[in-house]
């Protein structure tokens, strides 16, 4: 296999680059999957996330904002809610997150010999 010239290994290293600068770290897909999951409001998103600090949640939901993953809603009423939905673009993810999922569930089983609870509960 030929060694590939600087050029080309940039042209195939900066997808990736970008991809994982809007979707890394350690939080963001989570967020993202507990919205799908129908966790629409700040605190439902914060309490299904075990170990979610409010601070990273608010930071971490900014940035999904700013990249068009989520939509940020301002209700109306008392006490005045702010809603997250997720965006068409966010659904194109979907795919990927099913993928690392399934790549999870064979991880752990090939490295703990065992499976979790919630292995069937994406894309099911």
Not at 30 to 59: A, C, D, M, Q, Y
Not at 89 to 115: A, D, M, P, Y
Request: proline share 3%.
């Amino acid at each position: 296999m030929k060694k590939k010239e600087h050029k080309e290994c940039m042209s195939a290293l900066l997808p990736v680059k970008d991809t994982l600068d809007v979707i890394g770290g350690k939080w963001k897909l989570l967020i993202l999957i507990s919205i799908w999951e129908g966790n629409k409001h700040f605190r439902e998103i914060e309490r299904s996330i075990p170990k979610l600090s409010t601070k990273v949640l608010s930071k971490e939901l900014k940035d999904m904002e700013e990249n068009q993953l989520i939509t940020r809603t301002v209700l109306s009423g008392f006490p005045v809610r702010t809603q997250y939905t997720p965006t068409e673009h966010s659904k194109t993810l979907g795919k990927v997150i099913f993928e690392l999922h399934q790549w999870g569930v064979n991880h752990r089983k090939k490295i703990f010999g065992q499976t979790s609870e919630a292995e069937s509960s994406i894309g099911a």
